[in-house]
């Protein structure tokens, strides 16, 4: 298992589109891939479970792989929300 924190840095937080732009990227990989906040953890393959986490900027989120694939998962998600989940903000 490999897992790794990153913190929420758009304005207005894990919203309906930068998290379909996580669930779109972690669909692409085989492992079981995970993302938790508190107690709360959920599928990051899910835009439901996602939603859920109600991740407002500032947000501590630790994202859990599993697999044949899972640094480059892991990798990847961090790098996906230190670059705002490709979102431009104004």
């Not at 930068?18 to 079981?32: I, Q, R, Y």
């Not at 501590?60 to 480059?72: F, I, P, S, W, Y």
Request: without cysteine; proline residues 1%; negative net charge.
């Amino acid at each position: 298992m490999t897992e790794a924190e990153f913190q929420i840095i758009n304005k207005q937080g894990l919203h309906a589109r930068p998290a379909t732009a996580l669930v779109t990227l972690a669909s692409k990989f085989n492992s079981n891939i995970f993302l938790s906040r508190g107690e709360k953890r959920i599928n990051a393959k899910s835009i439901l479970g996602i939603l859920v986490l109600a991740a407002e900027k500032g947000a501590t989120l630790k994202v859990q792989a599993d697999g044949e694939d899972e640094e480059e998962a892991v990798k990847a998600i961090v790098e996906l929300a230190k670059n705002k989940f490709g979102m431009t903000e104004e």
